[in-house]
Each structure stands twice: as structure tokens, then as C-alpha cells.
């Protein structure tokens, strides 16, 4: 399970890459999906956690600095992020996959944007990769941070998780 004894729960003060890229998911999820999100306080019952229907879409950064990106949420918010992309309500598994791998590159190519603005720091990204459930490849021994974000509609539940960025 992703949500270990190694993770980071926002706010995390000595990261402040952390705002810039909250800022950005915020941005392209309700430009893209029309979807509104704000963070959860409620603290989540990991069971309850496991028994959600949840995809995820991750990345990783590479050059200047090191990364990895995963954007985990649950079909239904999956489902409406390929309905405002494709402009059509009844879409195939393969059409999610493929939208909610475009989301993601909008929005990874949004904070590289960002960290090279800010830093003059260069780095790109691979293609992202599909998983069904909570996945982040590669985290043994690591740290993450996890954002938990709720949306207004019925409390729809997404996950941001990423390196702490270290430049």
C-alpha cells in the first residue's frame, strides 16, 4: 500500500516545489475536466482506501534532476477526465488509458515548465504508464509525498504522489 510510514503527507514546509506542483494539478484538472478539488482532511481508513476502484498514470523525470510522478483517482474522475478531453460520454478502456495519459503529460510538462522558470534547471519526462490501483513503480526505501485531494462530487477521492524534489 502506498501510504507507509516513508510518505509525506501535505503540508510538507521543507519542499516548496510541493505548492507549484499542487497549483498546477489544480489548474489542468479543472481546464481540462471542469473538476474542482481541495484537500481532505478527513483522515482516510486505508481498507476503505483499498476498496475504491482507483487507476493510476505515472512518470518519471530524468536530467538535471530526478523524479517520479503518479496521479491515482478513481474510475469515475478517470471517466470524466476522457469525456471533456474526447468530447464524447461513452468511451472505451483503451480512450481512458490514452486521455488520462495525455492529462498527465499536460500536467508534467506544466512543472517542468514551472522548476525550469524557477531554476533554469532542465529535465524531461518519460511517456506515462498505466496501472489499475494505487502504483508507484520503484519505491523501495523511498520517500514520496502524497497530497490527498477530494472533489466536490460525492467526495470522489485522487492522489497526488511524487518525489520530494531536490534540486
Not at 481508513?45 to 478513481?74: L, N, P, W
Request: glycine letters at 2%; proline letters at 3%; aromatic letters at 10%.
Amino acid at each position: 500500500m502506498v501510504l507507509s510510514e516513508n510518505v509525506y503527507e501535505y503540508p510538507r514546509q521543507d519542499v516548496p516545489i510541493q505548492t507549484t506542483i499542487e497549483e498546477i494539478l489544480r489548474n489542468v484538472l479543472h481546464e481540462t475536466a471542469d473538476i474542482s478539488m481541495h484537500h481532505c482532511h478527513q483522515r482516510w481508513d486505508e481498507q476503505k482506501i483499498e476498496e475504491r476502484e482507483m487507476y493510476t498514470v505515472y512518470t518519471s523525470f530524468h536530467g538535471a534532476y530526478q523524479a517520479r510522478f503518479a496521479f491515482c483517482a478513481e474510475l469515475d474522475i478517470m471517466k470524466r477526465i476522457t469525456e471533456y478531453m474526447l468530447g464524447e460520454k461513452d468511451s472505451s478502456l483503451e480512450d481512458m488509458i490514452e486521455s488520462v495519459k495525455e492529462f498527465v503529460n499536460i500536467i508534467c510538462g506544466h512543472i517542468v515548465g514551472a522548476i525550469f522558470k524557477r531554476t533554469k534547471v532542465a529535465a524531461r519526462f518519460h511517456v506515462p504508464d498505466f496501472a489499475k490501483g494505487i502504483y508507484i513503480p520503484n519505491r523501495e526505501n523511498q520517500d514520496f509525498i502524497v497530497t490527498k485531494y477530494c472533489t466536490n462530487e460525492e467526495s470522489k477521492m485522487i492522489l497526488c504522489i511524487y518525489d520530494p524534489v531536490v534540486l
